[in-house]
């Protein structure tokens, strides 16, 4: 396998650049499936702090902690009831401080997620807004009565027809108040009215209290939601339905970016070294230009959803098989639409969408080769990449067999309306085990003890069987891991500007499975070729296209042998990654 010089420590992007984060690689950790350090069975910032070794090692630059505030956890900590507050369950403040101050000494930023479009039922401001119509907070949320001549417990009463994320209404009824209020995702977590100046006050007093504290950054959860179409008014229904689909309105709002704006103006201005990304579901490449054309001031890059909506069928849980090519067209158009204006986010996986390598790739009969394709393919693109916890292991999906080993909520509310409409309990079940959220939630695989080497109690969720041969321990300086592979990936962005600065031209390699492209900065050159399919296929570059590379350096592989030159007729193994350079 031909790689790049890889130093024990590959951390190296210069975070006094005004755009520094276009060299970094950024790891997302789960909190609650990371390490636990105490026996509970729930991963806890001790644990991070004691794993900070294999971050460092990887060679990322930022790590993203998924949330860790005080929670109910109806939604693990994404419904949040304080947000200056850690939850017990996974340490305090002060050990929040000391794993902040361990990243900085180590040259790793920290960026904390924001979730602002909504806090848990159980947050004061909530408690306030719903002890009585006449409530000075009453107006933080969205409050609205019953349809017109509709008594509340009436089917149908809801304000709007909108569906929720997590299935069912995306109204519930307060009996105490006589109103309904808004969530957009569990009802435990409802949506704040950002249309309120002192709710966007409050925001922002806490956002500037976490920077002050010494964090880097935000990841802003569903940061598009936050404007809706002040009349709030229904969404068609599709078929076989029962609540209409309310997107439309409650996304990409009226006001979204002049609060953005407010939002950088208020909180980011004046502060050097920061990362700002905004998770943005159904972002369109225009949209994604706004919010990231640095002289808006919006945010430094966002997460779109297209290309992990690909495989959705008539809904997320009956996905279907994507054609060749259909992966690499989509991340192509995104490439081309933010080459002149704003930036990508790189990432297959995260905390909300099952393993990559299982979804993507092939975790059977190519489980390596098929985890290292994807890798190339991502890391090598304009953009910065996103490695989510247990993505450079090549972690799978888990193979649940029962609903009782599920936790998610999405997963089971989705199951319990499956089963209620009449779907077999196997094929709800099949549902679940090719997409759920719980895959990605399943604890970190760090060694082949019985637990994983991730608790010495009972883990929250079940642990992947598979951990006796995927796990960190095994992968360790094995010339041939996944780990080790993805370690080159990540050394190549920092020692190379082409992989960070470079643009973007696709190129045709004949085969739609092929996916194939340059990165060109002044007299440098990358062409990664990767075969993303299970099948050989040959390569069939123009001619003129094959002169340009015919003496060029194989600079990585994830072939066990070297790969062959990029000629008309060279054959690509299942799976095969090649990455050549002409550098100057």
Known sequence: MSTPAATETTTATDSTAPD???????????????????????????????????????????VWLSPIYRSPQADNGYDISDYQ????????????????????????????????????????????????????????????????????????????NWE?????PAWQFDEASGEFYLHLF?????????????????????????????????????????????????????????????????????????????????????????????????????????????????????????????????????????????????LTRWQEGLAEIGWNSLYLSNHDQARSVSRFGDDGDFWRQSATALATMLHLQRGTPYVYQGEELGMTNAPFATIEEYRDVESLNAYAEDVSSGTAMADAIAGLRAMSRDHARTPVQWNDSPNAGFTTGSPWIGINPNHDRINAAAQYDHPDSVFEYYRRLIALRHELPVVAHGSFERADA????????????????????????????????????????????????????????PAPGALLGPWEAAVYASLS
């Open 186 to 330: 569990d009802v435990k977590q409802p949506d704040l009215n950002w249309e309120n100046s002192e709710v966007r006050a409050a925001v922002y007093e806490m956002m500037r209290w976490w920077l002050d504290r010494g964090v880097d950054g935000f990841r802003m959860d569903v940061i598009n939601l936050i404007s809706k179409h002040p009349e709030l008014p229904d969404g068609p229904v599709r078929e076989g339905r029962r609540y209409g689909d309310g997107f439309a309105y409650y996304a990409g709002g009226p006001r979204l970016h002049e609060f953005m704006q407010e939002m950088h103006r208020e909180v980011f201005d004046g502060r050097d070294g920061l990362i700002t990304v905004g998770e943005t579901p159904g972002v369109t490449v225009e949209e994604a230009q706004l919010f990231t054309d640095p002289a808006r001031r919006e945010v430094d890059m966002v997460f779109q959803f297209e290309h992990v909506g690909l495989d959705h069928g008539v809904s997320k849980f009956r996905p279907r098989v994507l054609a060749p090519g259909e992966l690499a067209a989509s």
């Open 164 to 168: 929720s994320f997590f299935s069912g």
């Open 20 to 62: 520094w984060w276009k060299s970094a690689v950024v790891y997302q950790v789960y909190p609650r499936s990371f390490q636990d350090s105490d026996g509970d069975g729930i991963g806890d910032l001790r644990g991070i702090l004691n794993r900070l070794d294999h971050l460092e090692r990887l060679g990322v630059d930022v």
């Open 85 to 160: 507050d850690i939850d017990p369950v996974f340490g305090t403040l002060a050990e929040f401080d000391e794993l902040c101050a361990a990243m900085h000494a180590r040259g790793m930023k920290l960026v904390m997620d924001l979730v602002v479009n909504h806090t848990s039922d159980e947050h004061p401001w909530f408690v306030e807004s719903r002890s009585s119509r006449d409530n000075p907070k009453r107006d933080w949320y969205w409050w609205r009565p019953a349809r017109d001549g509709m008594a509340p417990g009436a089917p149908g009463a809801e304000p709007t």
């Open 510 to 565: 004949g085969h739609p499975a092929i996916f194939a492209f340059e990165r060109l900065l002044g007299a440098d050159r990358l062409l990664v070729v990767v075969n993303l399919s299970g099948a050989e296929h040959a390569v069939a570059f123009a001619p003129g296209f094959t002169e340009r590379w015919h003496d060029a350096e194989l600079l990585l592989t994830n072939s066990v042998t070297d790969a062959p030159a």
